[in-house]
């Protein structure tokens, strides 16, 4: 039984940045192929469709951090915490960074057509980053009570 306590500690450390980078990886590739469709179409702000396009790979750096704040030598005292912080963590990293993602190409597919809405089409794609800096944080600040 405690070998499989410890198991389960050691997926909750390593999970959040495996997971984030799974997510950045997804989201970045969605956000991108909607970069390249609009740089066929548009005539000049490329670099503003490949920037956007790479907003997502932040969840991969969140998982890291939240890596490292949950190494420690792993008991069956502390594997559940874990597990638990690292496993919800990198459930919440992989989803926001695929949603965010989604909410590039989108901001990307209209900001092609109509280029002085640029900014403003990105605010969904920032609350989406909220939701992954506030699960980051909390974990931080659980990670600490381990």
Known sequence: MNEF???LGWLGVFAPMGFGALGSAIGVAIAGQ?????M???????????????????????G????????QP???????ALFGI???????LLLTAIWQGRACASAIAASKS???????????????????????????VLARTI
């Open 34 to 38: 909607a970069a390249i469709g609009a």
């Open 114 to 140: 109509k280029p002085e809405i640029f900014g403003l089409s990105l605010a969904p794609a920032a609350v989406v980053e909220g939701f992954a800096v506030f699960t980051f944080v909390f974990a931080l």
């Open 64 to 71: 890291i951090v939240v890596m490292f704040s949950l190494q």
């Open 74 to 80: 792993i008991t069956a005292d502390n594997a559940g």
């Open 40 to 62: 066929l179409e548009a005539e000049s702000g490329y670099g503003r469709y490949i920037g956007v396009s790479v907003i997502p790979s932040s969840n991969v750096i969140y």
């Open 86 to 92: 690292g496993s919800v963590t990198a459930l919440v």
């Open 5 to 7: 306590l410890i198991t």
